[in-house]
């Protein structure tokens, strides 16, 4: 429940600041309008947390600049052509400077071919607030003055935990196919509902996403999977088709189910997965940033499956090496979408390894199989922990306590042989100087034929020694001559 009164007593205290007072005086002083505009008075009034000071004035950028100068350490106008100039305003009674950006009023013209605008600066501060993406987002504060200025119902839309676009939606998605993305992230971030005709506008200019660069379509998809519950947001892109524009392997996964062969919701299964994997995540790391690889990882673990799908006799439904399938589509939908070779390589692995576990469960496996685990797996072995335990969605609970159990017992497994012998850095116990040296060869294939050999050795049977390493290695190249 938003209680309004606090929130406007934040915002007062908010302009009371020693440097929002700094910058309300000096812009008066300059004969200027100042005016907080956006996120903060946004999440203030919502009591939420806000970092960052975003301000409009009627100023130009030089005599932004001019102003700010004087009351501030630094200053750059890498967005000077946008209107926008950054400074970091002094404060007096900390001894501080808050980083803080200005930006001209704007009145932004569109081509409908492309989402950069024709930059245009504006006279009002109630013009450049309707030309905003969603009304939450198209209020101001003017300071010093500490008037709240709400030209199309942001406050009421608050109240209502609303979601809608200050002008008429197409208009506003006509401009910037992004936003769309951005009403699924806020609506995940804030929990906030979608407006009717915000959401069939989504559906009707749904390909007009195509204008959008790769990059900015996953800088808002890693915002969305950034949020507490990011599934709400997921269902509204895919029931709106937006989904389908960019990621479409997720819409994929609702499968149709006949009346003869039975299954899984691979979809629902996916959101609830995801859901788990985010309640583990907090539970292992309640301090961390949020896990953006991971939650990837739950997302896209079963997008094998549709490609895969087989009806067999009996009413039985297989996925046979959805788990390869998959871990291939990620890694190139990953790609189209331009994320960097690390998270991509890191979320394969993952998708790829995802089932590995469920052979586990149905019998213990030697030590030689847990060490090989730890080795596929690599630095992505605790995240695989979360992931295989969030893929367990059972409702048989008897079910599900045995498969906990069994992930609880290969946990305490690798544990110990940790403890033991040093499963993060499995290695040979022989480098390769020292298999040339046993060998009397040179550098070449055979020292990497050597390598493997002993590295297989070590995943089997554990730490031999360096002697008798160096005895099967005797052995083993005789036998190979």
Request: charged share 30%; aromatic share 6%.
């Amino acid at each position: 429940m938003i209680n309004m009164a606090e929130g406007i007593a934040r915002l007062d205290a908010l302009t009371r600041s020693p440097v929002v007072s700094a910058l309300g005086r000096a812009f008066a002083a300059a004969g200027h309008d100042l005016a907080i505009v956006g996120g903060p008075v946004r999440d203030l009034l919502l009591g939420r947390t806000t970092h960052d000071l975003d301000f409009t004035t009627d100023a130009r950028p030089d005599d932004i600049l001019r102003i700010v100068t004087p009351i501030s350490t630094a200053q750059w106008d890498i967005g000077r052509e946008f209107g926008t100039i950054g400074a970091r305003i002094r404060d007096g009674e900390r001894g501080t400077a808050e980083q803080v950006e200005i930006t001209t009023y704007r009145a932004d013209s569109y081509d409908g071919t492309t989402r950069k605008p024709t930059v245009e600066f504006g006279d009002t501060l109630e013009a450049d607030l309707v030309r905003r993406d969603f009304t939450i987002n198209a209020m101001a504060l003017r300071v010093p003055g500490r008037t709240l200025v709400d030209p199309t119902g942001g406050v009421e839309d608050l109240l209502a935990r609303r979601l809608r676009t200050p002008a008429d939606p197409a208009v506003s998605f006509g401009d910037d196919p992004l936003r769309m993305l951005r009403a699924a992230r806020f609506a995940s971030q804030l929990e906030f509902e979608v407006d009717p005709a915000t959401v069939d506008a989504m559906a009707t200019l749904r390909e007009t996403l195509a204008i959008v660069s790769p990059e900015r379509i996953q800088g808002e998809l890693v915002r969305l999977l950034q949020t507490d519950d990011p599934v709400r947001g997921i269902r509204l892109l895919v029931e709106t088709g937006l989904m389908a524009q960019f990621l479409p392997e997720i819409p994929a996964l609702r499968l149709e189910v006949d009346e003869h062969h039975h299954h899984k919701d691979v979809y629902e299964h996916s959101l609830t997965v995801l859901r788990q994997a985010i309640a583990l995540e907090r539970a292992r790391t309640p301090d961390a940033a949020p896990d953006v690889t991971l939650r990837l990882a739950a997302l896209l673990h079963d997008i094998g499956k549709p490609s895969t799908r087989k009806l067999e006799h009996g009413g039985i439904v297989t996925f046979h090496h959805h788990d390869v399938r998959g871990a291939r589509m990620a890694r190139k939908r990953m790609r189209d979408l331009r994320f960097d070779s690390a998270t991509t390589d890191a979320v394969a692995l993952l998708i790829e390894l995802h089932l590995r576990f469920f052979g586990y469960a149905e019998g213990a496996w030697t030590d030689s199989a847990v060490r090989r685990y730890v080795r596929d797996a690599g630095s992505e072995l605790d995240r695989l922990h979360i992931l295989t335990r969030a893929d367990v969605t059972t409702r048989n609970r008897r079910k599900a306590a045995m498969l906990s159990s069994a992930y609880d017992d290969i946990e305490r497994r690798i544990a110990e042989l940790r403890e033991q012998e040093e499963l993060d850095a499995m290695r040979p116990e022989l480098d390769g100087n020292r298999i040339q040296e046993v060998l009397g060869i040179p550098p070449g294939r055979d020292v990497g034929a050597a390598y493997r050999f002993l590295l297989d050795l070590r995943l089997d049977e554990g730490l031999l020694g360096a002697d008798a390493a160096e005895q099967r290695l005797r052995e083993w190249w005789a036998a190979r001559a």
